[in-house]
């Protein structure tokens, strides 16, 4: 009698060497668990079905690179790759909130064109040279630190190996130039919108 | 007595049956069949085979 149940390990390392009826098995296995984590999480079977999907080819490409350790169990492990994955579906949404196009409500009236005209252009432009002139009158170390950030792209790493102040000096540098920014504004009564 | 019509499904029974579409099941797998990762120099390439 062969009734005895193949561990998971067993059949990762046997996918691991290219049995590719070990990963079904997993699959097989675990899928309620996992799906049912991820649905309870979304409440959404589309969605749970896309972060099941994306879970598992995250647990492909780990496993064909020969990137997993046998440290954790599977299922925790694949678990955590859903939970990660079910964070990242709602930091999505909460940047872009999804319009749901029924009834009275028009997509189009949210929706614009993000190129800008003539116009638009020309504002935009006007505004940087001012804010150009404007950080003219913070600070030296202050100034260095924004123009590094802002104009030259660097990170806050960067900024500190070069200016030879520590990354938390760097962050209250570019923290209080941007207060000292604001507060200039205010002095001249502009307004920098467009 | 008002007639009850509606029966309350517990947390247990809402998720007995969710499992993936089968069609999600069988594009990992073919997924994972095509998928094939190639080292080179030190650093492993994933490439996908029709």
Redesign the interface.
């Known amino acids: 009698m062969n009734n005895v149940e193949i561990t998971d390990a067993v059949l990762v390392r046997e996918y691991m060497q290219g049995n590719e009826i070990a990963l079904s098995k997993l699959i097989n296995r675990h899928q309620h668990r996992i799906y049912s984590f991820i649905f309870s999480k979304v409440f959404d079977r589309d969605v749970a079905e896309d972060i099941f999907q994306d879970t598992f080819i995250k647990v492909i490409n780990t496993l064909k690179r020969g990137k997993y350790n046998e440290e954790g169990k599977f299922l925790p492990w694949v678990m955590r790759i859903a939970h990660n994955l079910v964070i990242d579906h709602f930091r999505r949404n909460k940047r872009m909130p999804k319009f749901d196009n029924s009834g009275d409500f028009n997509i189009f009236s949210v929706l614009s064109d993000s190129e800008l005209n003539i116009e638009t252009q020309i504002i935009k432009d006007q505004i940087e040279n001012d804010v150009k002139e404007l950080i003219k009158e913070l600070p030296e170390d202050q100034l260095e630190v924004l123009t590094m950030r802002i104009y030259k792209d660097m990170s806050f790493k960067e900024i500190s190996e070069r200016t030879g102040v520590s990354i938390n000096t760097a962050l209250g540098r570019m923290r209080y130039a941007l207060i000292n920014l604001r507060k200039i504004i205010e002095k001249h009564n502009l307004v920098l919108t467009n | 007595m008002r007639k009850l019509y509606t029966k309350k499904i517990s947390k247990k029974d809402q ?1 007995k049956d ?4 089968k069609e ?2 069988e ?3 073919n ?3 095509a ?1 094939r ?1 190639v080292e080179t120099r030190g650093i ?1 390439f ?1 490439t996908i085979l029709n």
């Not at chain 2, 969710?18 to 579409?21: E, R, S, T, V």
């Open positions: 998720f969710l499992n993936p579409k999600t099941v594009f990992l797998l997924y994972s069949k998928l990762v492993k994933g």
